[in-house]
């Protein structure tokens, strides 16, 4: 047997050919394979921070092949690193760098299994894409309520076992809220199957809630029910210029209490994001004139029996907040192109930042009424304490979540800028984040990059209950091991 780099392990090599001869005989050259070329993909995280090794890539291609795989690996002390859509924006999917563990890929696994239009529910494999559960919802007039940038490769497996949130919690909640019921393998390979979607059930612990968010260390989601939500008939996006962070506080509690139910979504991006988007997005305009220190991006929906309402009710919104001096200016898209181009402003800050130079980004929340009060204030620290760089917060004000990015000062070298400075500011922005009753991750998970500032600034208590619970449903700490806790 040749080995390469990424092959690599410090298992005896008996123990380790015997494994393999077993995985190839119960999965097949398509289910199983250690070429390096075919496996090299997978090995580095969506953000490029981390690249391990392995002992091979499983692909079963059902619930019982995962079981079989799981099984297998209990009997050989084989670790496994659970894989969706090799998205994840904090390491969870990565092995590590001793090569003792396989990758578990979900990919194959990608049926859409039932689609009830009148009970408005979805049952669908892990290795479903999201964009693709969107189509299949869209062609019954149904929707998923959850998008972000990555939908063309983020599956439901990932998005369940981090809890994904995005852009349309404030309405509809994360992943938490709109899983129904799971299927997943624990491991010692056994399969818990808990799809059919009750309303009430007590019978003791929610158990699919302990596997969503707990990326995959304590079992493998396999299949998912979720829930769907009738398809939005019209939309208004609004566009508004503010002079500060609290200003758009208020104009989300104002837009909430004419809104209700029809606000689904509310973003926030200063000055500098929008800049740095407008230089670097081929195409792009300034929404409204003016120099504005915020801008706040507003979603409106209807259904089929609103929608005549609709364009009423949006200018309403923005009347009332010229009206109470919440904003300077503001539009209505006119069309859904011009609606859609307000959206790709938001969602290009992350590049059009990379194209600036390097930063360290932060995804956290604290309590929603004091987001503006935390950005606003710590900034300045940030920016004090490390002389040269530009503290910018941006994303889902709605629900607490800000996307905290310090950009490192011109011209630096941006791999020592990383480990040395950047990581101390991290750590800077974790202990304010912390000190105001916040959460070091929000929508992202922990996955290696935050493990040990969890460990450091976690609640001793909740952390207790962590490694309880997995040491009593992973003994032999064999799932995603060095993630999370």
């Known amino acids: 047997m040749t080995s390469s780099p990424s092959l690599q392990s410090d298992l005896p090599d008996d123990r380790l050919g015997h494994f393999i001869v077993a995985a190839l005989a119960l999965l097949g050259q398509r289910g ?9 993909p997978w090995l580095t995280d969506w953000r490029g921070r981390f690249t391990g090794r392995t002992l091979g890539l499983a692909s079963p291609a059902s619930t019982d092949e995962v079981a079989a795989i799981v099984r297998l690996c209990a009997a050989h002390g084989v670790p496994i690193v659970p894989q969706g859509g090799n998205s994840g924006m904090s390491g969870g999917a990565t092995p590590d760098n001793s090569g003792t563990a396989i990758v578990l890929s979900l990919r ?3 049926a859409i299994r039932a689609l009830d239009r009148s009970a408005r529910t979805v049952t669908c494999e892990a290795g479903v894409v999201l964009q693709v559960l969107h189509e299949a919802a869209e062609r019954e007039n149904l929707r998923f309520p959850l998008s972000l940038g990555g939908k063309g490769s983020a599956t439901v497996g990932g998005l369940i ?15 938490r809220a709109l899983t129904l019921g799971v299927e997943a393998v624990l ?17 003791g612990f929610d ?11 304590l079992g493998i989601v396999t299949a998912a029910a979720l829930k769907l939500e009738p398809a939005v008939a019209a939309r208004a996006v609004l566009w508004a210029g503010l002079d500060s962070l609290p200003q758009a506080r208020g104009l989300l509690l104002h837009a909430e209490a004419l809104a209700g139910q029809a606000l689904e979504g509310f973003e926030v991006l200063p000055r500098h994001s929008l800049e ?14 003016g120099d504005h220190a915020w801008h706040a991006l507003i979603e409106l929906v209807a259904d089929a029996d609103a929608a005549d309402r609709l364009p009423e009710l949006a200018e309403r919104v923005l009347v009332g907040a010229l009206e109470q001096g919440l904003i300077a200016d503001a539009t209505i898209a006119s069309s859904e192109a011009q609606a859609e181009a307000f959206w790709a402003l938001r969602e290009n800050i992350a590049p059009a930042e990379r194209a600036i130079g390097p930063a360290v980004q932060h995804d956290i929340s604290v309590p929603v009424a004091l987001m503006p009060d935390f950005v606003e204030q710590t900034a300045p620290e940030i920016e004090a304490a490390w002389p040269g760089t530009k503290a910018v917060g941006f994303g889902h004000l709605g629900d607490g979540n800000i996307h905290y990015h310090v950009l490192a000062p011109a011209g630096v070298d941006a791999a020592s800028w990383q480990a040395g400075d950047g990581k101390a500011i991290s750590r800077m922005v974790h202990d304010l984040v912390t000190q105001w009753g ?11 990059l935050k493990r040990d500032e969890l460990a450091r600034l ?11 619970v997995k040491n009593a449903l992973d003994p032999q700490g064999l799932l995603n091991p060095g993630k999370l806790i």
Not at 207 to 217: A, M, V
Not at 438 to 448: L, M, P, V
Not at 459 to 464: E, H, K, M, S, T
């Open 32 to 40: 199983f394979t250690t070429d390096a070329d075919q496996i090299a």
């Open 108 to 110: 194959r696994m990608n």
């Open 161 to 175: 076992s981090t809890n994904a949130g995005g852009t349309q919690v404030l309405r509809h909640g994360s992943m």
């Open 187 to 203: 491991p010692d390979g056994s399969v818990l199957n808990q799809l059919v979607p009750l309303k009430k059930d007590n019978r």
């Open 207 to 217: 158990l699919k809630q302990l596997l969503i968010g707990s990326e995959g260390t």
């Open 276 to 289: 740095a988007v407008l230089d670097y997005l081929p195409g792009a305009r300034r929404p409204i004139g």
């Open 438 to 448: 916040g959460s070091i991750s929000a929508e992202h998970g922990i996955g290696q």
């Open 458 to 468: 976690g609640d001793p208590v909740a952390l207790a209950l962590l490694r309880a």
